[in-house]
Antibody
């Protein structure tokens, strides 16, 4: 069974940093791209970033470019997102999602981890 | 940058009725495709349709997608009680790779 499990969310002060993790299981993670999609409370979906199966290609939304960095460790079936210079606008539930490639839609999603940026 | 809009914002219907949801891109682009997702409260989104009209695995055939260019449609032929949810369209294949629309809420009339 394909599963994606996010972790690392929590309460963080403005200007702080946080690292989110996504644990993949039930499939060969290196064969799939993984994305982060966020959803602010009561709002719609916003794609944040994607990393290719090999980890060699990444794309970021303009809203996080230069502040967020994706990486993955396929030997551990893990993806990570380092988030720096956090602001209140980054407060959201962050979902990990799988796509066949970096430009394919998301066929499996995790349940999300909540990041709250507040003093 | 392409902007994706969805209409209506809210659709009030009864079980058994037909739902027609619209998704529009601000500009047409080659190789841009559309997917549709369903999201229920407290849950992750679920992929319904990809490539504009291909149902994802396990999706009932009352869900269908159509359209091309800048205008795309998701149709639910006969609403079941479990279909009341928010529906998002997503454009993909361009730059940036993914753009979500703001969503259409299908609510019980």
């Amino acid at each position: 069974e394909v599963q994606l499990l996010e972790s690392g969310g929590g309460l963080i002060q403005p200007g702080g940093s946080l690292r989110l993790s996504c644990a993949a299981s039930g499939f060969t993670s290196s064969s799939y791209a993984l994305s982060w999609v966020r959803q602010a409370p009561g709002k719609g979906l916003e794609w944040v970033a994607v990393i290719s199966g090999s980890g060699g290609v990444t794309f970021y939304a303009n809203s996080v470019k230069g502040r967020f960095t994706l990486s993955r460790d396929n030997s551990k079936n893990m993806m990570y997102m380092e988030m720096n210079s956090l602001t209140a606008e980054d407060t959201a539930t962050y979902f990990c999602a799988r796509g066949a490639t970096t430009v394919d839609p998301f066929d499996y999603w995790g349940q999300g981890t909540l990041v709250t940026v507040s003093s | 940058e392409i902007v994706v809009t969805q209409s209506p914002g809210t659709l009030s219907l009864s079980p058994g009725e037909r739902a027609t949801l619209s998704c529009r891109a601000s500009q047409s682009a080659r190789y841009i495709l559309v997917a549709w997702y369903q999201q229920k409260p407290g849950q992750a989104p679920r992929l319904l349709i990809q490539d504009g009209s291909t149902r994802a695995t396990g999706i009932p055939d009352r869900f269908s997608g159509s359209g091309s260019g800048t205008d795309f449609t998701l149709t639910i032929s006969r609403l079941e009680p479990e279909d009341f949810a928010i529906y998002y369209c997503q454009q993909y294949g361009g730059s940036p790779p993914f753009i979500f629309g703001p969503g259409t809420k299908v609510e019980l009339k």
